[in-house]
C-alpha cells in the first residue's frame, strides 16, 4: 500500500500539469479566434478614412522609413529550395519547377525547354512515383539561424528585409491553418519560420521528484531577430496557388465566383498580417485575373484604416492584372547549378544601387538561403562588402531624393531622376 501512495505522490501533480496546459492552449486557440475572427474585418472598409476605390488608396502618402531606407533584402525561400533547379540557359525560374514539372505546357519555346529540363532532371535523379510534396520533408531548415541571417542584412547595409511567406506551390512558412499538412509547422521544418511559436516541454524525473512543468519557449523567427536590429520586416505573398483546387474552380468559373478568396486567401492574408505586423506587404500571382476578382480595393482600404500596420505598412502593385507592374527573367530561389558567373559582381550591384537611387527608387536585393537554412558564402560575400562600401558612402544613398531629369545628356551612363522601385536578383540580372 506505501508503494501506490508513494507513486501517486509523484503522479498527482500531472493532473494539475495536463490541467494547465490545457488552459494555457485553450487560451492560445481564443486569442487566435479574436485575431482572426473577431478582428476589425472587410465590412465595413467604408466607414474608414481610405476608401476602397484606388482613388482614395492613392491618395496615402508612403511611409517615410521606405522613403529614406533605400535598400532592402529579398528572400526566396520554399520547398522549391530543395530540388533547387533550373536548368541554364533557358531564363527559368527554379521556384516554378513545380509549374514547370506538373503544369500544362504553355505556349512558347521558353516553357517548353523549362518543362523538358524539369522531367529530365526528375526521371534521372527520383523514382517514378515521386511527387512534387515529397520533398517538402527534405525542407528541414536545421542550420537555420534566424539571429546569425539578420546580423548578416544588419552589416550588410539594408533597412529592410522582405520574406516569401508563402509562393505559387501555396506553401506557408507559418502554421496556416488554411494550409492543413501543407505549411512549414505541419511538414518540413516543422517550425514557424516567419513568427513565434509556442512549444510545451514538461517532464517528471522520479529521482527524488525533480519536477519540471509547463515550460515553453520561443522557436527563434526571423521577424523577431530582423526587428531586433532595427530593421523593418516585410512578407511577400502569393495571391494565387498552381494547383489549389478552390482557385482552379474559380478559374474555370472565368473569376466570376470567389471561392478560393473568401475560404482561403482573404483569411490567410488577414491573419498574416494580424500575426506578424509586417511593414511591407509584396503581393504578386495576380496577373490571371482582375483586381475585382482579388477583392485588392477591399482589403488594402481594410489594411490602411484597421490593421495594427495601417500607419507604417507600405505595398508593392501587383493586385491584378488590370493594375499591375511588370517583370522578368531568371531564378529567384537558391538554383544548385549556379556558377559564379551568374551573379552579379560587386562593380555591378554598385552601378545598379547608383541608378537606382538617382531616379528615385529603392533597390531590393534577392538571395535565395538553401533548404536546409544556409545563405550561401558567395551571397554572405556580396553582402559584407555591400555594407563596407556603405559604410564610407551611405550618406550619398540613405534619405536622398531623384533630381528633376532622368538622364545626363551629355555622360553616358549617367542618372539623374526620375521615379521608381526596382528590385534585382544578385543572381543573373533580374529585375522588378
Not at 496615402?60 to 528572400?75: A, H, M, S, T, V
Not at 525560374?93 to 521558353?110: A, D, H, R, S, T
Not at 525542407?139 to 534566424?146: C, G, S
Not at 516541454?201 to 526571423?222: T, V
Request: proline fraction near 5%; aromatic fraction near 18%.
Amino acid at each position: 500500500m506505501g508503494m501506490f501512495t508513494k507513486i501517486g505522490r509523484y503522479f498527482k501533480p500531472v493532473k494539475y500539469i495536463l490541467l494547465l496546459q490545457v488552459i494555457f492552449i485553450s487560451l492560445q486557440f481564443l486569442a487566435f479566434y479574436l485575431r482572426t475572427v473577431n478582428a476589425p474585418g472587410l465590412k465595413n472598409i467604408n466607414d474608414g478614412k481610405y476608401k476602397p476605390t484606388w482613388t482614395s488608396l492613392e491618395t496615402r502618402p508612403l511611409p517615410d522609413w521606405y522613403n529614406d531606407g533605400k535598400i532592402g533584402i529579398f528572400l526566396h525561400w520554399g520547398v522549391y529550395s530543395v530540388p533547387s533547379f533550373v536548368d541554364v540557359g533557358n531564363e527559368g525560374l527554379g521556384e516554378w519547377f513545380w509549374f514547370y514539372w506538373k503544369g500544362p505546357l504553355q505556349n512558347g519555346i521558353k516553357h517548353r525547354k523549362n518543362k523538358e529540363s524539369a522531367l529530365k532532371f526528375i526521371a534521372k535523379n527520383y523514382p517514378p512515383e515521386f511527387q512534387y510534396t515529397d520533398f517538402a520533408p527534405q525542407f528541414k531548415a536545421e542550420f537555420f539561424e534566424p539571429d546569425k541571417w539578420a546580423k548578416l542584412f544588419e552589416s550588410s547595409g539594408a533597412r529592410y528585409v522582405v520574406l516569401t511567406s508563402k509562393h505559387h506551390e501555396g506553401f506557408p512558412l507559418w502554421p496556416s491553418r488554411w494550409a492543413w499538412n501543407w505549411n512549414a509547422m505541419d511538414n518540413g521544418p516543422h517550425r514557424d519560420l516567419v513568427g513565434m511559436y509556442y512549444e510545451f516541454k514538461s517532464w517528471i524525473l522520479f529521482d527524488r521528484c525533480l519536477y519540471h512543468c509547463l515550460r515553453y519557449y520561443f522557436i527563434g523567427d526571423l521577424s523577431k531577430s530582423v526587428k531586433k536590429r532595427g530593421l523593418k520586416f516585410g512578407l511577400y505573398y502569393s495571391l494565387y496557388e498552381w494547383f489549389n483546387p478552390l482557385y482552379l474552380e474559380d478559374k474555370r468559373n472565368g473569376f466570376r465566383t470567389q471561392t478560393y478568396i473568401e475560404k482561403k486567401m482573404m483569411p490567410e492574408m488577414r491573419d498574416m498580417v494580424l500575426r506578424y505586423k509586417p511593414d511591407l506587404v509584396w503581393t504578386d500571382g495576380d496577373w490571371d485575373a482582375p483586381c475585382s476578382y482579388w477583392n485588392c480595393t477591399q482589403f488594402l482600404a481594410w489594411l490602411y484604416n484597421d490593421s495594427p500596420v495601417r500607419d507604417t505598412v507600405v505595398t508593392n502593385d501587383r493586385w491584378g492584372r488590370d493594375v499591375r507592374c511588370k517583370h522578368d527573367k531568371e531564378s529567384w530561389g537558391f538554383r544548385r547549378n549556379a556558377d559564379v558567373h551568374d551573379y552579379f559582381t560587386m562593380d555591378e550591384l554598385l552601378e545598379i544601387l547608383a541608378e537606382t537611387v538617382s531616379k528615385g527608387g529603392n533597390l531590393l536585393m534577392n538571395i535565395g538561403p538553401t533548404a536546409d537554412g544556409r545563405i550561401t558564402p558567395l551571397f554572405q560575400e556580396r553582402l559584407l562588402q555591400l555594407g563596407s562600401w556603405l559604410k564610407v558612402n551611405g550618406e550619398a544613398i540613405y534619405g536622398t531624393h531623384q533630381w528633376i531629369t532622368s538622364k545626363d545628356p551629355v555622360t553616358k551612363g549617367v542618372c539623374l531622376g526620375d521615379y521608381g522601385t526596382i528590385a534585382y536578383d544578385l543572381e543573373r540580372k533580374h529585375r522588378y
